[in-house]
């Protein structure tokens, strides 16, 4: 690999006319919430924020329109003012020599908005309100088929160490990186899927509503389940490995989801973005199509602060960085394929093992009505890991969610998290 991103390959080498810009910026907290997997209380694993800066575990459109600020915007470091989505990812660690595990910090995210694929463009040309979706799989550990001709394209692992050499590529963690102190760093990025079923959100079943183009992940088409082309997003996290240089254990990597792999990458938006803004940034004649969002017209950011000033605290007090015994919650460190899923065990749980079920049972606080569903492999997407599973949910009463996932698999048997 010669070049820094899959994302700059694509856009010189491919369509010329790409209309695209990308966000900069900063963490707003590290929590174990997920406001769109375990809505409402604490979530599974250690997750990295960007973007609104009033990102909490019940954040939703409205709410995150009332956010004074957001820690993603231009490159010279102002916030962006139309965008309030919130955008986050796992947390990285490493083992520490003493074999404690330490949270890699992160300085830095690139997110890519690109007009991109063939499909029938929503129209207008944005996500709805209060659309939301997560890009690969927290359970998985190993190359996922995306198309028959396409593997390992959702996630990318880079290190990079000086301008005309890195390490990695798509895929899972690369071997023998000690430390990447070239911008970006250590890259771990993630294509998102952009085609709609034009219906829904599926909230309680965050996968199915969207899928990846069939062919090329950016510009191959959106297939017939999915007919609906949005715009397509592609994150980049920068992970400061420098700082911990000499500290850890060669190959240790683990995300915070106990995948000591890569492919276990994930990533999550909830749109956040006022109405009307990215038709205008993304389609039309005076389309963007620059690497910095401030040089597009038709968007605004605030002089007055930095996007790194854009905070806020975590409500379930724990800690994530480490020095710790064991990863945050539940998350035993696996390379069964799927991993075993386990309860959002409780704040302040460190190394609660989660031994691999073949049933299981988790309860939220998300208040809703009874639904039921069932995950179908969706032919076209990459998610062939839904093939093996069924999900159902029944919501019990006003303010009690159950879930219960069967997953059919090789996995050994057990039920809960033991702490
Ligand atoms: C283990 O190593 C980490 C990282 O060097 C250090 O911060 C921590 O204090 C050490 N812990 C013990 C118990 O020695
Ligand atoms: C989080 O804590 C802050 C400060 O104590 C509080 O203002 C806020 O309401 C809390 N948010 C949630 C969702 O609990």
Redesign the pocket.
């Known amino acids: 690999m010669k070049t820094t991103s899959a994302a700059l390959l694509a856009l010189t080498a491919g369509s010329a006319s790409a209309q695209f810009f990308v966000l900069y910026g900063r963490d707003t907290v590290v929590s174990r919430i997920d406001p769109i997997i375990s809505p409402g209380g604490i979530g599974m694993h250690a997750h990295e924020f960007m973007g609104a800066g009033n990102i909490d575990q019940n954040s939703d459109y409205d709410s995150l329109q009332k956010s004074t600020c957001s820690s993603v915007g231009r490159a010279n470091g102002n916030p962006i003012i139309e965008d309030k989505s919130a955008y986050w990812h796992p947390t990285l660690y490493v083992k520490?020599?003493?074999g404690?595990y330490?949270r890699v910090p992160t300085n830095g995210h690139q997110i890519y908005y690109i007009n991109a694929g063939t499909g029938q463009m929503r129209e207008p040309f944005e996500f709805p309100k209060g659309f939301r979706m997560t890009a690969g799989n927290a359970y998985i550990r190993a190359a996922q088929e995306h198309t028959p001709t396409n593997k390992d394209d959702i996630t990318q692992w880079i290190c990079h160490q000086s301008p005309s050499w890195n390490q990695g590529t798509q895929g899972g963690f690369p071997k023998g990186v000690t430390s990447c102190s070239q911008y970006p760093y250590f890259n771990g990025a993630i294509e998102f899927p952009h085609c709609w079923n034009g219906k829904d959100f599926n909230l309680n079943s965050p996968y199915s509503h969207v899928a990846y183009p069939v062919g090329d992940i950016r510009n191959g088409a959106c297939p017939d389940t999915h007919p609906i082309r949005l715009p397509h997003l592609f994150m980049e996290n920068n992970y400061d490995l420098s700082s911990l240089e000499g500290?850890f254990e060669v190959d240790s990597f683990v995300l915070s989801n106990g995948d000591p792999t890569g492919y276990g990458f994930h990533a999550d938006f909830f749109n956040g973005w006022q109405e009307g803004v990215l038709p205008d940034l993304l389609s039309g004649s005076n389309a963007c199509d620059s690497h910095d969002v401030g040089d597009c017209s038709g968007v605004t950011f605030d002089s007055s602060m930095n996007w790194a000033q854009c905070t806020t605290t975590n409500n379930f007090s724990e800690d994530l960085d480490g020095?710790l015994s064991a990863l945050p919650g539940c998350n035993a460190i696996t390379t069964v394929n799927p991993a075993p899923q386990c309860k959002a065990c409780a704040v302040g749980v460190v190394g609660g093992q989660c031994n691999a079920p073949s049933s299981m049972t988790t309860s939220t606080k998300k208040a809703s009505s009874t639904f039921k569903t069932t995950t179908k492999a969706a032919s076209s997407t990459m998610q062939t890991w839904q093939t093996t599973t069924t999900t159902t949910r029944t919501v019990t009463s006003t303010t009690t969610q159950q879930s219960t996932t069967t997953v059919t698999s090789d996995a050994p048997k057990s039920t809960d998290c033991d702490y």
Do not use: C, R, V
């Open positions: 520490a020599n003493n404690t330490l500290q020095p």
